[in-house]
């Protein structure tokens, strides 16, 4: 992939790299598989066209309050309801504001860690090295990428970003091949738009079709009725005999439980028996977190690897990077 021909009279050569000669990513697009922009952004639309928008505006608002506990998931933090709804707040503004600067990175870098531990500038300021990587065993890591040098970074990142060759660990990054970090992104652009965002607007439509006839068989509260639609499914389309004891459900006559049992059953296609749905519709537990677009709550998504997390290495990632 190349960049905008930008001739050089001296030299006479024409440059056309992704970015300056100081620093620019490379990207092989032999390497990328097959990838078709415009079909993407064809097949995108489609799916926003098939759900009212009040629908699609709740699925994303779910996508972005998932990606916000996978980032804090990555610090090893549980954040509060006002710094998840922070950090979402800064992933809306991504389509408007331009994030490649260091005042816009450190406030993204602040919205995700506690804050007394969250850092006021690059982290040549602390003198903090990090890598990414998982923990095989106690004490042992495996690590899949190193930072540059703390020393390394103000000259790495000046000029907003524009990478300037120098100290012992800059030539790592210089011209740092990024094909299989695009390829990856590319793969998750292409499940949200294939999988993750239709399955959540699917669910949605189906969970305002179960609270809306629920309400023809007992008006509950809200916080009741979410409860009983996320343990009836949880348990395959019954509630259990343990949680029929629960305060919330204490009220309810048998057969009211049954017909609300019948209509979760019917509308998530379950069979009465411990198990995921059917038609296509998201298989986790988070119910009640996507059907109230998270405005309360933070969803519960699969489990997460151990790795790939920010961490101070406690040995360098090379022999060049060592400090001696």
């Known amino acids: ?89 800064l992933l809306r503004q991504a389509w408007q504001r331009d994030f490649l600067n260091k005042p816009a990175l450190v406030e993204l870098q602040q919205a995700v860690v506690d804050p007394r531990y969250a850092n006021k500038g690059w982290r040549s300021e602390i003198g903090e090295q990090i890598y990414v990587g998982e923990a095989l065993a106690p004490g042992v890591e495996r690590v899949h990428f190193a930072g540059p040098k703390p020393e390394d970074l103000d000259k790495l990142m000046d000029d907003q970003l524009r990478m ?39 669910f949605l439509v189906k969970y305002d079709e179960i609270r809306q006839r629920m309400k023809d068989i007992v008006e509950l509260p809200n916080r009741h009725a979410d409860l009983f639609v996320k343990l009836c499914r949880q348990n395959g389309g019954r509630l259990s005999k343990g949680k029929r004891k629960l305060e919330e459900f204490a009220a309810l006559r048998d057969e009211e439980i049954a017909s609300l049992e019948a209509i979760v059953r019917e509308c998530l296609g379950l069979d009465g028996h411990q198990g995921q749905p059917t038609a296509g519709l998201p ?29 101070t290495a406690a040995f360098p990632p090379c022999k060049k990077a060592t400090s001696d």
């Not at 800059?170 to 011209?175: F, K, S």
């Open 164 to 202: 300037t060759v120098q100290g012992d660990t800059a030539g790592y990054y210089r011209y740092i091949d990024c094909t299989q970090l695009v390829k990856v992104a590319i793969e998750f652009i292409r499940e949200t738009i294939e999988t993750e965002l239709p399955a959540d607007a699917r």
């Open 283 to 311: 298989a986790r537990d988070d119910i009640t977190d996507r059907a109230t677009s998270c405005e309360k709550v933070l969803p519960d998504g699969p489990p997460r690897p151990t790795g790939r997390r920010r961490q």
């Open 1 to 89: 992939m190349t960049g905008p021909v930008r001739k050089i009279r001296r030299q006479r050569i024409n440059v056309n790299l992704l970015g300056t000669l100081g620093f620019s990513p490379t990207v092989r697009w032999k390497d990328l598989g097959e990838f078709d922009e415009q079909k993407l952004e064809e097949r995108c639309a489609k799916v926003v066209a098939e759900f009212p928008p009040q629908v699609y505006q709740r699925a994303v608002r779910y996508l972005y309050a998932k990606e916000s506990k996978s980032s804090h998931e990555i610090e090893r933090e549980t954040p509060d309801q006002q710094r998840a709804e922070q950090f979402i707040e």
